[in-house]
């Protein structure tokens, strides 16, 4: 093994048998596509799926449970708002973020410190105690962790174990392997960082010793994260570890289909040691595997390891950091010399062997379902195999006369736990009857404690033929009760044959209908099996999603309570606002209103929710629907002048309602108090009013000119006298009326020198040229008129060019 030490503490490993017994096969390297390869033609869409993710992880997920797989893939839909499974292949084929993401959700990664709690419990009763005994100082054990997630379980056992090595005194080492499909699970678990929320799992007494308080959580130990090695490895491709004393899989195969699951039990056979254990979880069992594992707590799931070969297919596929292997350079005659050269010759074993094999009796070792593990000696003469299907059953191979007594003696042994011997059984063996003698031996296997039977046959005495066929023709005996009584035990023996074979072929029947009921019970307990398995992965899922529903339940109330702070605030603000506001949805219902606005469209809070022109307002508006759908429909805001009941002024401005992306969700009405400015505007347009039936009154003629000196209005005496017209004039700078006729320098100096200082200028002579009334003797009388909002001059002129004094 390669191992490197990260900065966390916990060893990174790149896995690889240490043992021979696996064949590795070196896979083809293949150029990184740009283009995304197309789909095998017979897929359907989830097959499109699994194909997507074995191109971006690797991972093969098409032998998995189905159900847990559409039940993930409907989860990631639902997030995504994608309702068509084709849609969603779209979007992973297009997206490789959500395929990532999907890739994660599929690897469920629940599970915690210490889950359940009984089964550490048995571990240090029944597990640890064995194994201790079976360690010589300075051992080691190892232990693996498939599908280990974060790092919980695997933290978990090397806490347990470690102290009870320490409670022991025992000088062990120990080694605890996890392995996960999850990279970020994985690096996660090399760190050893966990929340406080572990304090409900871990005692303080061990929180205390084995852990390290930070704050953000707490941290593993250094002593333990050195016990400690995680690898990224898929369970049902790669090559497993070896020489391994507990193999901890627990609620990994509820993902597995059945060929997956049959598929691991092999692997687990092998990477244990003679004397090995299996953890299991609560709704697990190794299936059809127990040929393999023997179960010893059924409670707990806990198995140990039969001592038979096993027939896993071991061949895996080779990473890419197993380098081409030289072939050896010694020729084939040389290696196969040193193969085949005998070690030292034990004398003892060879004679043992001899003694055994020549002088020993006949016999084979079965199991408890009278299947054949080994032959011993020559069992020819007892045992011939039947026309039909391979079978290692040893009533199917024995010869048919020693099957009814070997049925009874492996009967009576079984039920009395004793050696049973039935001898004088007739056989005959190549044409010539023998007494046949049978003993079964029954035994047990430490620390399984699994029966074993030794059956054993002794060939005895011949039967002398030639006595017993003059008996069968009547021949000449010594009395004639003696041959009443032979003939009486012969009928007596013929009777109990008879009866015996009649027993037999009941209880042949008997067998095929509990064998047959047996099936059924097999067939209905692999589909409570795969009920259970399915509902510890369902309950795996809702364990997963009540976490993501707890971390949301945080967020929501977070929002929540940010929701009720901005609720506040906008009350608050609105509230303040001295300004009636009416906000409504689409379907023009009232949905919020400032207390102003309350007044005005004479609202109580039951109104909320009613639509606007159902409600009687205190204003005189009588098309505000109109305006509001209008506002919709165009987007533009619309502005106009309304009244109360009461004849107060105010603007009514509608806007659209946009919410933050940007999408129109009603409108807001609001009103702005423009009552004073009405009244201004009112009084403004009857001074105008005034102004204007003066200036068309006086026979003076008269000009009033604004800031800039431009004509703003004149009397109808000015516009005669000097033969202005009115349009032409208005607007126009004075001195530039007519034509330029009044440029005049002692006007300008008039009205920008001289009428700024003094502000009153009284009997201004001025002498004009025009080009139709001649040259004209002008006096002006002009006023500066001061104003908030602009101010004003007027003029008065007078034509005293026939006047020879002023009147």
């Given at each position: 093994m390669r191992r490197c030490d990260p900065p966390g503490g916990a060893h990174c490993l790149r896995a690889r048998p240490d043992r021979p017994g696996i064949r590795l096969i070196r896979p083809r390297t293949k150029a990184r596509a740009k283009e995304p390869e197309p789909f095998p033609e017979s897929a359907d869409a989830l097959g499109k799926i699994f194909f997507l993710l074995k191109q971006n992880s690797?991972?093969?997920?098409?032998?998995?449970?189905?159900?847990?797989?559409?039940?993930?893939?409907?989860?990631?839909?639902?997030?995504?708002?994608?309702?068509?499974?084709?849609?969603?292949?779209?979007?992973?084929?297009?997206?490789?973020?959500?395929?990532?993401?999907?890739?994660?959700?599929?690897?469920?990664?629940?599970?915690?410190?210490?889950?359940?709690?009984?089964?550490?419990?048995?571990?240090?009763?029944?597990?640890?105690?064995?194994?201790?005994?079976?360690?010589?100082?300075?051992?080691?054990?190892?232990?693996?962790?498939?599908?280990?997630?974060t790092g919980e379980e695997v933290y978990s056992l090397a806490i347990c174990l470690s102290e009870e090595i320490t409670r022991t005194s025992h000088n062990l080492k120990l080694q605890v392997f996890g392995t996960d499909l999850s990279e970020p699970a994985i690096a996660k678990a090399r760190v050893g960082h966990f929340p406080d929320l572990i304090a409900k799992d871990v005692s303080p007494e061990r929180l205390r010793r084995f852990f390290i308080k930070t704050a953000t959580g707490y941290q593993i130990?250094?002593?333990?994260?050195?016990?400690?090695?995680?690898?990224?490895?898929?369970?049902?491709?790669?090559?497993?570890?070896?020489?391994?004393?507990?193999?901890?899989?627990?609620?990994?195969?509820?993902?597995?289909?059945?060929?997956?699951q049959k598929r691991c039990m092999p692997v687990f056979h092998y990477a244990l040691n003679p004397v090995g254990f299996l953890?299991?979880?609560?709704?697990?069992?190794?299936?059809?595997?127990?040929?393999?594992?023997?179960?010893?707590?059924?409670?707990?799931?806990?198995?140990?390891?039969?001592?038979?070969?096993?027939?896993?297919?071991?061949?895996?596929?080779?990473?890419?950091?197993?380098?081409?292997?030289?072939?050896?350079?010694?020729?084939?005659?040389?290696?196969?010399?040193?193969?085949t050269m005998p070690g030292p010759i034990d004398l003892q074993s060879q004679a043992d062997r001899i003694i055994l094999t020549q002088y020993a009796p006949s016999g084979v070792i079965i199991d408890t379902r009278m299947r054949v593990h080994e032959f011993r000696g020559r069992t020819g003469r007892f045992l011939e195999h039947a026309p039909g299907a391979a079978t290692l059953n040893l009533l199917q191979m024995v010869r048919p006369g020693l099957v009814v007594d070997l049925r009874t003696a492996i009967h009576r042994a079984l039920k009395e736990d004793d050696t049973v011997r039935k001898e004088g059984i007739p056989l005959k063996i190549n044409g010539h009857p023998y007494e046949?003698?049978?003993?079964?031996?029954?035994?047990?296997?430490?620390?399984?404690?699994?029966?074993?039977?030794l059956v054993l046959f002794e060939e005895g005495r011949a039967i002398d033929t030639e006595k017993t066929h003059s008996l069968a023709k009547g021949g000449k005996v010594s009395s004639d009760g003696r041959d009443t009584e032979i003939h009486r035990l012969r009928s007596e023996l013929g009777a109990n044959k008879q009866s015996l074979q009649a027993i037999i072929e009941e209880q042949e029947a008997t067998n095929e209908e509990l064998k047959s009921a047996n099936e059924e019970i097999e067939s209905s307990n692999e589909e409570l099996q795969s009920t259970n398995e399915e509902l510890e992965t369902a309950k795996e899922e809702l364990q997963s999603t009540n976490e993501e529903l707890t971390t949301l339940n945080e967020e929501l109330?977070?929002?929540?309570?940010?929701?009720?702070?901005?609720?506040?605030?906008?009350?608050?603000?609105?509230?303040?606002?001295?300004?009636?506001?009416?906000?409504?949805?689409?379907?023009?219902?009232?949905?919020?209103?400032?207390?102003?606005?309350?007044?005005?469209?004479?609202?109580?809070?039951?109104?909320?929710?009613?639509?606007?022109?159902?409600?009687?307002?205190?204003?005189?508006?009588?098309?505000?629907?109109?305006?509001?759908?209008?506002?919709l429909e165009s987007l533009t805001t619309r502005e106009s002048k309304v009244q109360d009941m009461q004849g107060h002024w105010y603007s009514l401005r509608i806007r659209p309602y946009r919410t933050r992306d940007n999408k129109i969700d009603g409108a807001v009405i609001t009103l702005v108090d423009i009552d004073e400015e009405q009244q201004n505007i009112s009084r403004l347009e009857l001074a105008s009013q005034h102004t204007d039936a003066i200036l068309d009154t006086v026979y003076e003629p008269l000009a009033m000119l604004d800031a800039d000196l431009k004509v703003r209005k004149a009397s109808r005496a000015f516009y005669k006298t000097f033969d202005l017209n009115r349009k032409k004039t208005e607007g126009l700078h004075f001195c530039e009326i007519g034509a330029g006729e009044w440029d005049v320098q002692q006007i300008r100096n008039l009205l920008e020198i001289m009428l700024p200082k003094t502000r009153r200028i009284i009997d201004f002579p001025v002498e004009v040229n025009f080009r139709r009334l001649g040259r004209r003797k002008l006096v002006f009388n002009a006023r500066r008129l001061e104003s908030k909002e602009e101010p004003l001059v007027l003029l008065a002129i007078e034509d005293v060019t026939n006047h020879q004094t002023r009147r």
């Open positions: 690797t991972v093969d997920f098409s032998l998995y449970k189905h159900t847990t797989l559409r039940r993930r893939i409907s989860r990631r839909m639902v997030l995504q708002r994608i309702e068509r499974v084709e849609d969603y292949v779209s979007l992973l084929r297009s997206n490789r973020d959500e395929l990532e993401a999907l890739f994660r959700d599929l690897l469920i990664n629940v599970t915690c410190f210490f889950r359940d709690k009984k089964v550490y419990t048995a571990l240090k009763k029944k597990i640890v105690p064995r194994l201790l005994k079976g360690k010589a100082e300075g051992g080691e054990i190892r232990v693996w962790v498939p599908g280990c997630a130990s250094r002593g333990i994260r050195d016990l400690c090695t995680f690898a990224r490895q898929n369970l049902c491709e790669d090559p497993p570890f070896s020489r391994l004393d507990i193999v901890s899989c627990r609620n990994v195969l509820i993902y597995l289909g059945p060929e997956l953890l299991l979880g609560t709704s697990e069992t190794v299936g059809p595997a127990t040929d393999l594992f023997t179960l010893i707590d059924k409670r707990n799931k806990i198995y140990v390891k039969k001592n038979v070969t096993s027939t896993a297919n071991l061949e895996f596929t080779a990473k890419a950091f197993l380098a081409t292997r030289p072939e050896p350079t010694t020729n084939s005659q040389t290696s196969r010399a040193e193969i046949v003698t049978i003993a079964v031996v029954p035994f047990t296997l430490a620390p399984s404690g699994e029966k074993w039977l109330s977070n929002r929540n309570i940010e929701m009720a702070q901005m609720n506040n605030d906008l009350t608050n603000l609105l509230s303040s606002i001295n300004i009636p506001i009416l906000m409504v949805d689409n379907s023009l219902a009232v949905r919020r209103a400032t207390p102003l606005a309350e007044k005005l469209f004479n609202l109580i809070p039951s109104d909320i929710g009613r639509r606007l022109s159902d409600l009687k307002a205190n204003l005189t508006i009588s098309d505000i629907d109109n305006m509001i759908r209008e506002v």
